[in-house]
């Protein structure tokens, strides 16, 4: 059964620029949540997606934005990076609001 | 705003001894989590306490929930150098289970030989 999987592994953008991360869930699971977490600090919640809409935010600007595909997969979007964007990006699938896994996360160097 | 809170936020220990760690959060919730970090990885998850008094173990580690106190601990028993990693409690925004979770700021565990 494979668990929650993230892509890329590693990413490193420019200032301005724009990023797409993708994830897809454990099997069974529907519901996807990403996370930020900068060095040295506990994740933060960014969103949520359930059948295919955002259903809870977190406190991130509007240039943080994602979707969530028929297949239960979601992709987090960013736009216009800033330096301060630079993290490990984790993505959770649950089913409903029940236990969330964890894949391994994006890490993601914004020059 | 929901706030969670650990303390200490770093705890260096020697094997065999025993600690715990504090778990505090400041509005009713009906969930709380442990996770573990590794440097450079992702969260594993140890413990979900879903109700007042719930008591779980695993190994070495022990957690509890008290909500009327807000309070969760993680509690190590004879610590070894494999529990050295970054833990976080995290407790569900909502007093029904959002599943947004809001985390701690984490306890870097480091147990010397």
């Known amino acids: 059964d494979a668990g929650v999987t993230q892509s890329p592994t590693h990413l490193i953008k420019t200032r301005g620029q724009q990023v797409t991360l993708r994830c897809s869930p454990k099997?069974?699971?529907?519901?996807v949540s990403w996370y930020q977490q900068a060095l040295g600090q506990g994740p933060q919640f960014i969103f949520q997606?359930?059948?295919?809409?955002?259903?809870q935010r977190g406190n991130f600007p509007d240039r943080f934005s994602g979707h969530q595909f028929p297949n239960y997969s979601s992709e987090l979007n960013v736009n216009a990076l800033l330096l301060g964007d630079s993290a490990l990006y984790l993505c959770?699938?649950?089913?409903?609001?029940?236990?969330?896994?964890f894949g391994p996360g994006t890490r993601l160097t914004v020059t | 705003e929901l706030k969670v809170e650990q303390n200490p936020l770093f705890l260096s220990m020697q094997e065999g001894k025993n600690y715990t760690i504090y778990c505090n959060y400041s509005?009713?919730?009906?969930?709380l989590y442990w996770y573990r970090q590794d440097p450079g990885k992702s969260l594993e998850s140890l413990f979900v306490?879903?109700?007042?008094?719930a008591v779980k173990q695993e190994g070495r580690l022990m957690a509890s929930l008290d909500t009327k106190a807000r309070l969760s601990t993680l509690h190590i028993t004879a610590a070894v150098h494999d529990l050295s990693a970054t833990y976080f409690c995290?407790?569900?925004?909502?007093?029904?289970?959002?599943?947004?979770?809001?985390f701690g700021q984490g306890t870097t565990l480091q147990v010397k030989p």
């Open positions: 959770a699938s649950s089913l409903r609001a029940g236990e969330q896994y």
């Open positions: 997606y359930y059948e295919e809409e955002e259903r």
């Open positions: 306490l879903l109700s007042n008094g």
């Open positions: 995290a407790v569900d925004h909502g007093s029904s289970n959002t599943g947004k979770l809001i």
């Open positions: 509005t009713t919730s009906d969930r």
């Open positions: 099997s069974g699971h529907d519901t």
